[in-house]
Every structure is written in structure tokens, then in C-alpha cells.
């Protein structure tokens, strides 16, 4: 038994007994949640290549889906408002599939280089207005959707996870060799390709189809 009377082995089940076993909340960590993109938030948008875009579906089943491109290709459009380019992918639209059913977002944007990471959660709808898009241009090519998000809180979070994990550091970088190319792991995993040709198709998708 735990000191609060509690199986030590059992799941943690109330938002109680997550306190309990936590503690109080740091006041600072309380404080800095904002509703809004402040300069400093803004400034790192502007910096960051890439984010993960965390939703769920009608039924609470989640998904988290990587965003990327050029320093700044999220869009801030106002202190409430973000714009994210929807680029040439895999059709599966997982991510625009949740959101038609619950527009609740969670993204943490990062910086090569710097620890720390912006974290934005709100309300994301799917947008075509070309006005909007028409700034977005990659590649010679204007997105037709984009990711309205509107923000609801904002906040910095501590770099301790980068640092355990020495995501920027170049020596921790695993040998590509050291891994299946996606090609093949398609081809195994789905039997319905040859390795070659799976291999040589996802080297023309990354060569030729970035946008």
C-alpha cells in the first residue's frame, strides 16, 4: 500500500489522485499559460521548420501528425490566429479527418538548436480561402487548404526533454544505414510491393514531390 492508503500497483484513475501523486502545480507553471501569441511567441513561429499537430476524432481516438517546411511557414495572422499550409502528402488527411469532428488542437512547435519548445492549444477549422493561402507559396506552388487554428493558451515548455533526449545534438544522430529505408518496411509490411520499386517510388516522392 502507498502512503495515501492507495495500491502503489494501481492505475492512476481520478484527477485527484494525480494531484496527490504529483503534488501541487508550480506556480510559475501556472502563470505563464497565456491566451494569446505574445513577441515572444510570435519570434519563435517565425523561427521554427517544424511542429507536431496532436487531434482526436469524434470518438477521443488521438493522432499526432508532423508539419514542416522553411523557418516561418506558419503564418500568425493576428494574436489569436494561426495559419498552417497544408502541403503535398499522402491523402490520408488524418488530421482534417478529426478536426471536422472535434476541432480541439494541441501543437508544439520547435527550433533546432534551442531546448525549449512553444506548446498552442485551441480550435482548428479547414480552410480554402485563397487570400489566405496565396502568402503560403513553396516550392512555386500556393497551397489550396490551410489549418485555421484559433488559440486558446499558450506556453513555453522546459527544454528537460530535449536535453534527455540530445534530439540536437549531432553526435547522437543514428547512422541511416542503422534503420530500414521506408520503402522497405512498406514493401514488408504490406506485401503488395517489391522492395526495389517501393524504394525507388518514395525516392521520387522525396526528390520530385516535396510540393
Known sequence: MSDGGLDAKAPIR???ELRREYG???????KKVMPFLDTFCRDFIALSPFLVLASSDG????????????????????DRTLLIPDRLGNK????????????????????????????????AAITRDAALLAPLVAGGKV?????????DETFFHCGKALMRSK???????????AFPTLGRIIAEQTASIDVATAEKTMEEAYRLRLY
Open 14 to 16: 481520478t484527477a485527484d
Open 24 to 30: 501541487p502545480i508550480n506556480p510559475l507553471a501556472d
Open 59 to 78: 470518438e477521443g481516438r488521438a493522432d499526432a501528425s508532423p508539419r514542416g517546411d522553411a523557418p516561418g511557414f506558419v503564418a500568425v495572422l493576428d
Open 92 to 123: 490520408r488527411v488524418d488530421s482534417f479527418g478529426n478536426i471536422l469532428a472535434a476541432p480541439g488542437v494541441g501543437l508544439i512547435f520547435m527550433v533546432p538548436g534551442i531546448n525549449e519548445t512553444l506548446r498552442v492549444n485551441g480550435r
Open 143 to 151: 497551397p489550396t487548404v490551410g489549418l485555421l487554428v484559433h488559440v
Open 167 to 177: 534530439l540536437w545534438d549531432a553526435g547522437a544522430q543514428v547512422p541511416r544505414d
